[in-house]
């Protein structure tokens, strides 16, 4: 199997395009900083603001929202968050 150099990470766990190595705590944290950072929100209105203001991840090309999250997705806030996935193809949505 040829590998593209692309796939291949090692300070970040890639190898052969297979993420090894779970990210750290603190890379965890960074990652998600930008949305906890003003929380708890005070009300669904707030929530929804903040998550319009994320930045856009053009590396995202396909959603899975799974059954297992046990969580009710509005139509609202599903609409708010593929908005920040531009180059989004596929949506995977188990009720």
Do not use: C
């Amino acid at each position: 199997m040829l590998v593209r150099p692309e796939y291949e990470d090692h300070k970040h766990g890639w190898r052969a395009g297979r993420q090894l190595l779970l990210p750290g705590r603190l890379a965890i944290e960074k990652a998600f900083h930008i949305i906890l950072e003003l929380g708890p929100y005070e009300n669904e209105e707030q929530y929804m603001e903040r998550v319009g203001q994320l930045p856009l991840v053009p590396a995202v090309t396909s959603v899975l929202l799974r059954q297992q999250t046990r969580r009710r997705w509005k139509p609202q806030m599903l609409a708010r968050l593929i908005s920040r996935f531009p180059k989004v193809q596929e949506l995977h949505y188990e009720p």
